[in-house]
């Protein structure tokens, strides 16, 4: 059986491979595990549900110990364990209870998904589906005991391909 983050790539013939632990529209926080599979970690405690896909960049390590997050607007969900074919457009800058917790902003290739075609940066996502995905990560963990989260900024397609970067480089330097 693959393992979705020691044997699958973290890139593909030059896009992402998006592994989609959270589908658009759950209001459950799936996990993948390390060991190979994946877990219900909770049920959101907010009255809120996930308004794009939530999933990891394989072989990445990040400032908090996991996987590089990945926040993956698409037209329709897809299912906890899809492998999506995405490229990165921006970075949203975060921190929570457990520290620097960015998420990179990402969209289907062209070929997975035509609609996001215009979609090159940041700036490109209209301002309103900006607010929500920063209301959602910043409302979604608040009724839960001793967790907080905190928007920092929003950054550019460099920012977050240097942050692509560097995760799988840590990744490849904790493997030694």
């Known amino acids: 059986m693959v393992n979705l983050y020691t044997d699958l790539p973290p890139k593909y013939r030059g896009a992402l491979n998006v592994v989609v632990e959270i589908p658009s529209g759950s209001v459950n926080k799936i996990e993948y595990h390390a060991d190979g599979f994946f877990r219900l970690d909770r049920a959101l405690y907010s009255a809120v549900y996930y308004p794009f896909e939530y999933g990891f960049l394989p072989q990445t390590l990040a400032g908090d110990g996991d996987a590089l997050d990945i926040v993956l607007l698409v037209t329709h969900p897809t299912f906890t364990g899809c492998v999506v074919q ?3 457009i921006g ?5 929570d209870d457990k520290g620097v917790d960015d998420k990179i902003i990402a969209v289907p290739t062209n070929s997975v998904d035509p609609r996001f075609k215009k979609l090159k ?4 996502i209209e301002l309103h589906v900006r607010k929500e995905i920063q209301e959602f990560l910043l409302e979604y963990k608040r009724l839960e005991k001793r967790k907080f989260t905190k928007f920092i900024r929003w950054e550019g397609i460099k920012k977050a391909e240097k942050a692509i970067e560097k995760s799988i480089k840590e990744y490849k330097e904790a493997k030694k």
Do not use: F, N, T, W
Not at 91 to 95: A, C, F, N, Q, T
Not at 121 to 124: L, Q, T, V
């Open 86 to 88: 995405a490229k990165p």
């Open 91 to 95: 970075i949203l800058r975060m921190e």
């Open 121 to 124: 940066s940041i700036g490109d």
